[in-house]
C-alpha cells in the first residue's frame, strides 16, 4: 500500500512540475494549426515577410510551415506560452503582440506593442478555435484557398495568409489550433 502511495505521490509531482513549465515565464510555445493541410511540418502562426529575429513587424502575421522541425522554435514564431492563459499573445523576442485590426470578418491580423487593448485579448478555447474576446465569434483563420510557397527549406516552405472569419465547424480544419511547446 506505501509503494502505491508513494508511487501515486510521484505522478502528481511530476504532473503539477508539467503544468508549472507550461506555465513558466519564458516558456516559448508555438500557436500551431491543428490540421496540417497540404505541410507535413504544419502551419504556424508566423511574422509575415522575413525569418527568425530578422522578420519585420509591419507585415502583420500569417500561416507558415513550423519551424520546429528544425529542432527549436524560430524567433518570429516563439509566443511566450505563460501569457497565452491570460488572453495575450505575445512574440516574446519582439516584445508583440498579436492584435485584431478590425472585429469585422476578412480582418488581418497585425502586431503591435503590447498594451492590453481589446484587438490584442484573444482567447484559446477547448475545442481549439483561436478568438478574440471581444467578438468570440470570430476565429483566427487561415485561408484554404490562397498559399504560396516561399524561397527557404527543403521541402520548400509554405504560407497562407490569416484572417479573422466566423467560427464555423465546417471551416474547423482552418481554424482549430493547438500549442506546441519543445
Known sequence: MQKHIMALS???????????????????????????????????LDIAGGKGANAPLDKGLQ???????????LEDQGFDGALI?????????FGVCMSAQSFTTSSAL?????????????L??????LVTQKAPEL???VSSAKKK????????????????????DVKKTYQAWILNEL
Open 110 to 122: 497585425s502586431l503591435a506593442k503590447c498594451d492590453q487593448s481589446d484587438e490584442q485579448k484573444f
Open 149 to 168: 510557397e516561399g524561397r527557404g527549406g527543403s521541402p520548400v516552405h509554405v504560407m497562407r495568409p490569416l484572417t479573422l472569419e466566423s467560427c464555423d
Open 85 to 93: 492563459s491570460k488572453g495575450q499573445f505575445r512574440i516574446s523576442y
Open 10 to 44: 510521484m505522478i502528481v509531482m511530476l504532473t503539477i512540475s508539467f503544468i508549472v513549465k507550461a506555465d513558466a515565464p519564458g516558456s516559448i510555445v508555438e500557436i500551431m494549426l491543428g490540421a496540417n493541410l497540404d505541410e507535413a511540418r504544419g502551419y504556424c
Open 139 to 141: 476565429c483566427v483563420t
Open 63 to 73: 500561416a507558415h510551415t513550423c519551424y520546429h522541425y528544425t529542432g527549436g522554435i
Open 124 to 129: 484559446l478555447k477547448p475545442n481549439g478555435y
